[in-house]
């Protein structure tokens, strides 16, 4: 007996043994686990600042030498070593502020067809031709604007604006009408920004809770004043935050634009007249810099653009995440 009981502990001290060693593997690769994914998202603030702190190396000798006179000033004379980034920065706001007049209204409408009257077998499709927009390569957006909305414009809309709407007059509308030009650079950005502004208006829109638009029906209000007086006012951060967005997706475009903008650096009220954006001035002339201080006026225009596109896309980030949190809540 004494010897069968030995046996029996020695099994068992085994077999604890073994469990311990399944418990100890099991540790070491949760561990493992974790500390590589902890390595790959710490790489990501890591690369931006490596990104921010090699565009600031390369900008300084520009942005020492002209100083804040470097973003004031619109003379750009490459041969004269004399560079001012102001129509450019010009440019790229005023593209920008046409692209969300055009784009929100549309983008949000949209939105509410989706999440709130369209039907279930309608929802998907229609959601999916609408991302689909932000897959398609910005050149073919260029060859399109170039080929088939800068003659329509030309030909049909501007008309239509200066005649019968009697705009020609105003100074937004004045000029000869080129085609490549500030508007069509508003136009093409609009069309790109508008997936993503839809987009997060459509799961913000989802995101409110289904009390508040049945409280609102239970009080007598109609669809329409359930949507505007509910849903909207409850979604609105996370709406201006899909806006500011879209707003960084139209600063950073740069294929698209440099094809239809014209790339004239000057500024003009007229939304009819040629412009340059930042990006657009940097695909056209970086390879082309003759000399290290025209590169570096490049990369202080890719400084200044860095900074304004980060900024954006913190506050929308922060403004749906605002919005998240107090749903959670």
């Known amino acids: 007996m004494d010897g069968i009981n030995r046996i029996r502990g020695m099994t068992s001290l085994e077999g604890k043994q073994g469990g311990d060693t399944s418990i100890s593997a099991a540790d ?7 500390i590589i994914t902890t390595a790959f998202a710490v790489c990501i603030p890591l690369l931006l600042i ?11 000798p520009a942005l020492h030498q002209f ?14 070593g004399k560079f001012g980034a102001a129509p450019a920065i010009f440019g790229t ?53 170039i080929f088939v909305m800068i003659p ?16 020609g007059s105003t100074r937004f509308f004045s000029g000869p009408a080129y085609g490549p030009s500030m508007l069509a650079a508003g136009i093409i950005l609009a069309i790109m920004a508008l997936p993503y502004i839809s987009a997060v208006s459509r799961e913000v829109l989802r995101a409110v809770p289904r009390s508040q638009r049945e409280a609102a029906l239970a ?8 949507i505007r007086d509910a849903v909207i006012p409850n979604a609105r951060s996370g709406i201006i935050g899909g806006v500011i967005l879209g707003l960084g997706r139209a600063l950073g475009e740069t294929m698209a634009v440099t094809m239809v903008i014209g790339n004239r650096a000057e500024i003009s009220a007229s939304l009819l007249a040629p412009g340059y ?35 954006v896309n913190a506050i929308a980030r922060w403004l749906v995440w605002s919005v998240s949190v107090k749903d959670g809540a």
């Open 28 to 34: 070491i690769g949760d561990r493992a686990y974790s």
């Open 50 to 60: 490596a990104i921010a702190i090699e565009i600031g190396r390369a900008a300084w």
């Open 67 to 80: 100083g804040f006179g470097f973003l004031t000033s619109s003379e750009w004379d490459v041969p004269a």
């Open 93 to 145: 706001l005023v593209s920008a502020l046409i692209a969300l007049v055009l784009a929100t209204p549309l983008a949000l409408g949209v939105a509410i067809f989706l999440s709130e009257f369209a039907p279930r077998w309608l929802q998907q499709p229609v959601a999916f031709l609408v991302d689909l927009l932000a897959a398609i390569p910005s050149v073919v957006y260029g060859l399109w604007g």
């Open 152 to 167: 329509f414009l030309r030909e049909y809309a501007i008309p239509f604006l200066r005649d019968t709407l009697h705009l």
């Open 219 to 226: 009080l007598g209000a109609t669809r329409w004043e359930v």
């Open 277 to 311: 954006t930042m990006a657009s001035l940097i695909a056209n002339e970086f390879s082309e810099a003759s000399n290290d201080m025209h590169l570096s006026a490049l990369m202080a225009i890719g400084a200044v653009l860095f900074l304004i596109t980060v900024v």
